[in-house]
Structure formats: C-alpha cells, structure tokens
C-alpha cells in the first residue's frame, strides 16, 4: 500500500506569514493532487502535478512536485484569512479494488487567523 | 465544469431508521464513484467504490449490508445507511472520477449525518 505523509498537521499563523506543507511518500506516484477543503464543505481540487520537478503556480500558491515523484510540496506566499482549511495531498492507487482510487494523506490543517 | 452535488446536505434521524444520500454528477457522467466518510479534523476514509451498473467494491471493515450503495445511472450514485446508530453519525462525502487520466475526483459538498 503506498503511503502518504504530510507534514506539519496543524499549522496556525498570522495573516500575511508564509508557509509551506509538505506531503512525502517512499513510493512513486505518476502524479499527485492537491485539495483544499474548507469546513462542512468538500475538498476541491487545487492543482495535479505530473512531471518530476515540476512547479506549478495558483495565486499565491506554488506547488512543487520532487524530481523523484515522491514528494510534494505547498508554498503559499502572504497567507490571508480565506486560506484557512485542510490541505490534503493524494495520488493514485489504494490497496486492493478499483485502479482508480486515491489514496489521501492524513491533511494539513491550516489556520490563518486576521 | 465537474459539478458533483450531494442531497441532502444535512439530515437527523432518529436510531433504527435508514437514511438515503444521493450523489449526482451534474455536468458529466460519472462510470466510478466514491463515498468517503470524514471525523472531524481528520483526513477522508474511504468506504466504498461505486461502479455503475455493477454492484460497489467496499473497503476492509465496512459493512455492506449497513452501507448499501447504488449506481444506477451514470449520473446517480446513493448511499443507504440502514438501521442507523449514533455511532454512524458523521460526515459523509461523494467524489467522481474525472475524465483526465490522473484519477483526479471531483467531491460533492458532503451530508451531515446525525444519528438521534
């Protein structure tokens, strides 16, 4: 079963701070995913990456996927308010069944308080 | 695009009654769905994969006579949950597969279940 490990799960900083999550695996996924999910809501998909080294922007979001596909990193520049929520990382596969399941990692809990 | 919605979007219920939660792909169709059941600041659990037009694959340790999924149609997948319990109580969440090759889900907005 691959696994996905995320780093740090609880995260809570000031308005306009920096801050990068990571999300680290010892096998290798073909691409891994990005969700933001804010509360009572579902998780929405922020961005896929595919190629090893790869860097992808979204606002002031960067995200970044290791030259070895198995790592995966979230930067986000200049945090606001509206960033709030779990961030979690996923990428194909699970154990058993369906070719097309996900396996998430446990999330990164982010708070950005005004 | 990949509009995915979920009805209702909270229900209580009394114990012992069953509770029935659709999962609709608005704007495609969807051949695989996933229901996942969520804890409160905890990561997604998945408890079943919904196929249309065949019965659902469900993970190691949830039980499918208590989680009766259906997928009737390729917009339509739903979720029983019979003689429900307070411990069933909980946030449940549907998600599609896209049409892109990288398994990429598209959730709905989630059910609040609570089981009086």
């Known amino acids: 079963t691959q696994l996905l490990e995320q780093s740090p799960q609880f995260l809570s900083i000031q308005e306009g701070e920096n801050l990068t999550v990571y999300c680290n695996s010892s096998s290798v996924f073909s691409s891994l995913q990005w969700y933001r999910q804010e509360p009572g809501e579902g998780p929405v998909l922020l961005v896929t990456v595919v190629t090893g080294g790869e860097v992808k922007k979204l606002k002031r979001l960067t995200f970044q996927f290791g030259d070895a596909r198995k790592d995966s990193s979230l930067h986000i520049t200049a945090a606001q308010p509206g960033d709030t929520g779990l961030y979690l990382c996923?990428?194909?596969?699970?154990?058993?069944?369906?070719?097309?399941?996900?396996?998430f990692g446990k999330g990164t809990l982010l708070t950005v308080n005004p | 695009g990949a509009v995915v919605s979920q009805h209702p979007s909270r229900v209580i219920c009394k114990s012992g009654t069953s509770v029935k939660i659709e999962c609709r792909s608005l704007d495609f169709q969807a051949t695989t769905m996933f229901w996942y059941r969520q804890f409160p600041k905890q990561s997604l659990m998945l408890m079943a994969t919904s196929n249309e037009g065949s019965k659902a694959t469900y993970e190691q340790g949830v039980e499918k006579d208590k989680f009766l999924i259906n997928h009737a149609s390729l917009t339509l997948s739903t979720l029983t949950v019979t003689s429900a319990h307070p411990e069933d109580s909980s946030f449940y969440i549907c998600?599609?597969?896209?049409?892109?090759?990288?398994?990429?889900?598209?959730f709905g907005p989630g059910t609040r279940l609570t089981v009086l």
């Open positions: 998600s599609a597969r896209g049409l892109a090759s990288y398994n990429e889900q598209f």
């Open positions: 996923a990428g194909p596969g699970g154990s058993g069944g369906s070719n097309y399941k996900l396996t």
